[in-house]
Nanobody, 123 residues
Framework: LQLAESGGGLVHPGDALRLSCTGS????????IGWFRQVPEKEREPVAC??????EYSESVKGRFTFSKDRAKNTVYLQMNDLDTEDTASYFC???????????????????WGQGTPVTVSS
């Protein structure tokens, strides 16, 4: 279940970035995918995910981040607008196991974490 994250960088507050998550040797459309982020010495947290017929966001990014999936390109995106210094983190994507009737935000990430893509928001 290999996924590669890309698109991170150094931006100013208020700027936008689009992260990509591309599947390697497996088909993304067959899985619910989640985006996570982590800062040093803190727990990795979910920020956006695909459930059964829904897209869900953490409260901290709702209204600013948009999850999308391009099945033809086997890629999932995270459009991040109006970035804040609090969004500084490494961002990861993983396929999820989401039990029926539960939020994908509490889904279980499958497989091993990749290297992620770093996002730094600084003035």
């Amino acid at each position: 279940l290999q996924l590669a994250e890309s698109g991170g960088g150094l931006v100013h507050p208020g700027d936008a970035l689009r992260l990509s998550c591309t599947g390697s040797r497996f088909t993304i459309r067959s899985y619910n995918i989640g985006w996570f982020r982590q800062v040093p010495e803190k727990e990795r947290e979910p920020v956006a995910c695909e459930g059964v017929g829904t897209i869900e966001y953490s409260e901290s990014v709702k209204g600013r981040f948009t999850f999308s999936k391009d099945r033809a390109k086997n890629t999932v995106y995270l459009q991040m607008n109006d970035l804040d210094t609090e969004d500084t983190a490494s961002y990861f994507c993983r396929p999820l196991a989401v039990p029926s009737g539960t939020s994908c935000l509490v889904g279980t990430p499958l497989g091993d974490w990749g290297q992620g893509t770093p996002v730094t928001v600084s003035s």
